[in-house]
């Protein structure tokens, strides 16, 4: 596709429902990134992958976060047990290659609200 | 760890006027990328400008152009020429050599546009 595109685009669930997060890439594009934007702040790094394998997932907050990228391109974001405190913005980005020098690509993002 | 620090949360500027939004930011390595992305009501956050830490000229792009000063650790935009569709958020976001091609963003700072 022409950029990174992100489903659902809103999502509302109740406290300690499952939920997935989706996010297509640039195609082409091997290196893959989710940010979390909490309301009134900058996006916070959860995960990259390079490929199919998780490159960097220090900023997963808890085991209740997961995520896969089984084939190297889609990404599936996938929240357990989900608490009010999840409520935000989940921004995915891609870039045609690993490596901090390469242009991250940003999509609309889902925004989550757990009631 | 590195941080990033915008300390004007809200700007305003007259349409067809100049305003220069600031970032300073914390690193102790040595070759680094430095970026602003706005964020339109939308979410989509779009790359406006890139700065690599080696190169001593200031990027530019159309309108937009950076102070890059290294020593002190700042990184500022000005928008020239303002229009309304300049209006948004900014965020200032650094990405360094370390090993993790995580961006760091600052808070934002939020840019109204004037008729």
């Known amino acids: 596709g022409a950029g990174v595109s992100q489903t659902p685009s809103n999502k509302v669930t109740e406290k300690g429902k499952y939920v997935e997060l989706r996010c297509d890439p640039i195609s082409g594009h091997t290196a893959l990134y989710w940010y979390r934007q909490s309301l009134g702040q900058g996006p916070e790094f959860l995960i990259y992958f390079q490929g199919t394998g998780a490159a960097d997932d220090s900023g997963l907050p808890n085991d209740r976060f997961f995520a896969v990228r089984p084939e190297g391109s889609v990404s599936t974001l996938k929240i357990q047990r989900t608490e009010r405190g999840d409520s935000a913005v989940y921004l995915c980005?891609?870039?045609?290659?690993?490596?901090?020098?390469?242009?991250?690509?940003f999509g609309p993002g889902t925004r989550l609200l757990v009631l | 760890a590195q941080t990033v620090t915008q300390s004007q949360p809200e700007m305003s500027v007259q349409e067809a006027e100049t305003v220069t939004l600031s970032c300073t930011y914390d690193?102790?390595?040595?070759?680094?990328?430095l970026f602003w992305y706005k964020q339109p009501p939308s979410r989509q956050m779009i790359l406006v400008i890139r700065?690599?830490?080696?190169?001593?000229q200031n990027a530019t792009e159309n309108r937009f152009s950076v102070n890059f000063q290294k020593a002190a650790k700042s990184f500022s935009l000005k928008i020239s020429d303002s229009q309304l569709g300049d209006a948004a958020m900014y965020f200032c976001?650094?990405?360094?050599?370390?090993?993790?091609?995580?961006?760091?963003f600052g808070k934002g700072t939020k840019l109204t546009v004037n008729p």
């Open positions: 980005a891609s870039s045609l290659l690993p490596g901090y020098q390469e242009t991250q690509y």
């Open positions: 976001a650094y990405v360094g050599q370390g090993g993790s091609e995580k961006l760091v």
């Open positions: 690193t102790s390595e040595s070759d680094y990328y």
């Open positions: 700065q690599e830490a080696y190169k001593q």
